[in-house]
């Protein structure tokens, strides 16, 4: 087993890191107070060809691997966790869903403008009454005169407020349950299609979260995202390579956690010497350390196995339970160890500890995920 990163994955690692600590980080605290999606941090970042990471050159993208992409999400939200789950949800959610499911002229239509970082890209699968119980969906589609007529509303949608293309489930055939549930591609613009007003969130604050609306919505048939009835079954394929993502963001927001704490317990006297030389504060520094490894190991390894084409749902999800969890922790202490001064927005650690708590409940909570990891083993 080998457990170097390749050349191309160090130059990426390398590149996203230093871009991400010296252009996004100084803006991170000012990304929070706006509450404002950073759109010329998003073109840099469609510059140096990093929209589009994991999906193929011919369609817009870079052709870069999922541990690449698992890479970048991390160091992007080491520096600003809000700007890490914008770049994920448009690449995981946004975009891949074209890339697993739609036609030749889908991808070339509608993935490589995304890819290319035109615009942002969102995926609308949550509602007021279907959360974790996804299959629960009650928007519908309807057949009318050769087009898709669409009502109902989705709720909690990331990007969707800068989307230029949303793709949503819907259910086409009530009677057959899950089996029912279809994919569509609803463009930005499209005659009843509303997105509603911004949340104000706990944290993540500088990301763009809106309820969508949709009133007798007409699409042509075409828009429909591979095949009718498969609309469950691909987004759980979805959700699968988003929780990877997650997991990656986890370890970013871990990172930072320790960073700073770290940078902190160097700097900090009390009796008469730096709090980096008590035992008590060295151990929270090393049980830091330690899960934050473990949870970057299991991301590379889900990401490797997706990049092999094995199956890495049980993977995924061990990694996103395990990841976002630590990531809470991790938090927790940074603010423990900075004491007072970790309660006041002066320091980083308090947005942490704000931006982190959605992890473990995003993409399936962390109760979803035992679910999944139960059923893989047999339960």
Same mark, same amino acid.
């Not at 999906?55 to 992007?76: L, N, Q, S, T």
């Not at 609306?213 to 007798?216: E, P």
């Given at each position: 087993m080998n457990f170097d990163l390749s050349s191309e994955q160090a130059l990426l690692q390398k590149t996203v890191r230093e871009f991400a600590q010296e252009v996004i980080k100084p803006q991170a605290k000012n990304i929070d107070e706006n509450g404002k999606i950073p759109e010329a941090i998003l073109k840099q970042l469609a510059e140096l060809e990093?929209?589009?990471?994991?999906?193929?050159?011919?369609?817009?993208? &870079?052709?870069?691997?999922? *541990?690449?992409?698992? *890479?970048? =999400?991390? +160091?992007?939200?080491r520096a600003c966790a809000s700007t890490g789950i914008t770049y994920a949800a448009h690449i995981s959610l946004g975009s891949a869903p074209f890339y697993l499911f739609g036609t030749e002229e889908q991808k070339v239509k509608f993935l490589t403008p995304l890819a290319q970082g035109h615009y942002l890209g969102a995926f609308g699968l949550t509602e007021p009454n279907a959360g974790s119980d996804a299959g629960g969906t009650e928007t519908n589609a309807l057949k009318k005169d050769g087009r898709w007529v669409i009502n109902g509303s989705k709720i909690f949608i990331t990007n969707a407020g800068y989307a230029g293309t949303v793709v949503i489930t819907a259910v086409t055939d009530r009677s057959k349950g899950k089996k029912g549930i279809s994919s569509f591609i609803i463009p930005r613009g499209t005659k009843g299609f509303s997105i509603g007003k911004e949340f104000d969130k706990l944290g993540l604050r500088g990301s763009n979260t809106v309820p969508l !609306?949709?009133?007798?919505v007409e699409v042509p048939e075409d828009y429909l995202l591979g095949?009718?009835?498969e609309g469950f079954k691909q987004f759980l394929q979805v959700l699968d390579g988003g929780r990877i993502s997650i997991a990656a963001m986890a370890v970013g927001i871990a990172q930072a956690c320790l960073d700073a704490s770290l940078e902190y317990a160097k700097t900090r006297k009390q009796f008469g010497q730096t709090i980096s030389k008590?035992?008590? *504060?060295?151990?929270?520094?090393?049980?830091?350390? &330690?899960?934050? +490894?473990?949870?970057?190991?299991? =991301?590379?390894? &889900?990401?490797?196995?997706?990049?092999?084409?094995?199956?890495?749902? !049980? +993977?995924?999800? *061990?990694?996103?339970?395990f990841a976002s969890e630590m990531a809470t922790q991790a938090a927790s202490q940074a603010i423990q160890i900075h004491g007072g001064y970790g309660y006041m927005k002066e320091y980083p650690v308090e947005r942490y500890y704000r931006d982190v708590k959605l992890l473990e409940i995003g993409e399936g909570t962390s109760e979803i995920q035992r679910l999944v990891i139960a059923r893989h083993l047999g339960c």
């Open positions: 990093l929209m589009g990471l994991p999906f193929p050159e011919k369609y817009g993208g &870079a052709g870069g691997d999922y *541990i690449m992409y698992a *890479i970048a =999400v991390e +160091e992007i939200s !609306y949709f009133d007798n095949k009718e009835g008590f035992q008590a *504060i060295q151990f929270k520094l090393a049980d830091m350390a &330690a899960q934050i +490894e473990l949870a970057r190991t299991m =991301v590379y390894r &889900a990401a490797w196995l997706k990049d092999q084409g094995k199956p890495f749902s !049980y +993977e995924a999800a *061990i990694a996103k339970l």
